[in-house]
């Protein structure tokens, strides 16, 4: 059995999507699992560069099957249109390709409105979403009113579902927020002729899921944002609304947790975070502008710059409990290449006392100053390293460093943006 989960350790952009396209190859199917177009899965083949937001990163590898997931919340439009852009790059994707859980929970447009009038009301302590109605969206899916992709099919269902909606969110954006209202009208005939391009993907994918589990047909699950984005066990209320640990591999697609066999953890050799938020290892001097203008740290969904700072092991340490990680991927190791040294925050120092482990109540962190470690950095370039060995000495001290510290062996490294530059010393798919 290998069903290996690949999540963020950090606040998302960790890299993901390539990790997930590099090991496509040794999967025969790719499941997106939580979030929605708020992710931004950028991959770059043979120069060729690809930004996924909504379909799962394998989809550019021909012959695998792509899942979205139960627990992903759909923007039809921004599906189509991704098709779309998919298509015109020359991938093609089709219902024997791509499957959608008719589980999953749509947004729609009253979800955008109201992720932008709650942020705008927030004023100066908004969380800096993505304003593509994530939250909203998953308000309506717990809330038991939210309508599915299954839904479309049964227009009487969906008019009565929509009706009730729009009625309900339109009061809420007229008399709360004094922001725009929706016609019911245009939306029922938008969503249902969406519906009819929605069709051919649309599954029963649970059992589609358990067939390829029962004939060890490996599947790989694909993360979105990153641990600390996660709705219970991130830097609440900082965070994205879904469960963004490996945890939510499960709930979100229907596989149970006796049938995952590895966690791999994408990592930064640094970190980032877009959005407002506590942040302990920002840096605001000119190496969190080296990490920032090397690293090219704009988002790739919103285009927004990216705070910067130095590899947080407090982070990581959480990431590994709340996700049982088995092993690390290290991405962007090339970035520190030219620092004289490189620092990685062991600890926080709180009114006096240090702390180990992330505090419960995740404001803590905001007034938590970081204890550093600091190594020596190296000047040469890793780029073209393709063993662990061709590194120069001092980057592999570090990336043993943080091996050490965190207790996890890294099993892949990343030292560029191609599929390439990739250094792989442990394939979980292999051996499982
Ligand atoms: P939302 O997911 O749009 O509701 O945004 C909530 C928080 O998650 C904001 O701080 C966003 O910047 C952050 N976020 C959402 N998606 C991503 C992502 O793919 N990468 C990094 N941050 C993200």
Redesign the pocket.
């Known amino acids: 059995m290998a069903n290996v989960i690949i999540i963020g350790a950090q ?3 960790e890299g993901k999507g390539k990790i997930v396209d590099l090991l496509t190859e040794h999967a025969e199917m790719v499941v997106r699992f939580q ?1 929605g177009h ?3 899965h950028t991959l770059v083949i043979g120069g060729k560069k690809y930004v996924l937001h909504l379909v799962p990163s394998g989809i550019v590898r021909p012959g695998k099957l792509c899942v979205i997931g139960n627990g992903v919340v759909l923007d039809p439009q921004a599906f189509l249109d991704e098709l779309q852009a998919l298509a015109d790059l020359g991938v093609l994707v089709s219902g024997s390709n791509l499957k959608i859980s008719a589980l999953t929970n749509l947004i729609m447009p009253y979800h955008r409105e109201l ?1 932008l009038a709650r942020e705008k009301r927030k004023g100066r302590g908004k ?6 109605g ?2 909203p969206a998953y308000e309506d899916k717990i809330a038991r009113r939210g309508i599915r992709v299954d839904d479309l099919f049964n227009r009487q269902v969906f008019e009565d579902k929509l009706r009730e909606n729009v009625a309900y969110h339109n009061f809420m954006l007229e008399n709360f927020y004094q922001s725009p209202t929706f016609s019911f009208e245009t939306m029922r005939d938008d969503y249902l002729r969406m519906g009819d391009a929605l069709s051919p993907f649309m599954d029963d994918v649970v059992n589609i899921l358990d067939e390829y589990a029962a004939a060890q047909r490996p599947i790989l699950f694909e993360g ?3 641990t600390m ?1 996660d709705v219970d066990h991130g830097t609440y209320p ?4 879904s469960s963004t640990v490996a945890g939510g591999a499960c709930t979100g697609t229907g596989v149970g947790p006796t049938r995952m066999s590895a966690v791999l953890a994408v990592v930064k050799a640094y970190t980032t ?5 506590p942040f302990p290892t920002e840096l605001t001097d000119s190496v969190g502008e080296h990490l920032a203008s090397v690293g090219h740290e704009f ?4 285009g ?1 710059a990216r705070r910067c700072g130095w590899f947080d092991m407090v982070v990581a340490r959480h990431a590994a409990r709340v996700n049982g990680i088995t092993g690390l991927v290290v991405t962007k190791l090339d970035v520190l290449d030219g620092l004289k040294t490189v620092k990685v925050c062991v600890a926080y120092h709180r009114n006096g006392r240090r702390l180990d482990t992330m505090p419960a109540n995740p404001a803590i962190l905001d007034v938590c100053e970081p204890i550093y470690e600091e190594m020596p950095g190296w000047s040469e370039s890793t780029a073209h390293a393709r063993r662990f060995e061709d590194l120069p000495q001092a980057a592999q001290n570090y990336v043993r460093q943080l091996e050490h510290l965190s207790r996890l062996p890294v099993d892949i490294l990343s030292v560029g943006p191609d599929r390439e530059q990739t250094i792989v010393m442990k394939n979980p798919f292999q051996g499982a």
Request: hydrophobic share 30%; aromatic share 6%; charged share 15%.
């Open positions: 606040w998302g952009d979030g708020n992710a931004g992720d969380i800096g979403t993505t304003g593509r994530i939250g979105a944002q990153g984005l900082f965070v994205t609304s975070r877009v959005g407002g938020g988002g790739a969904t919103t927004r």
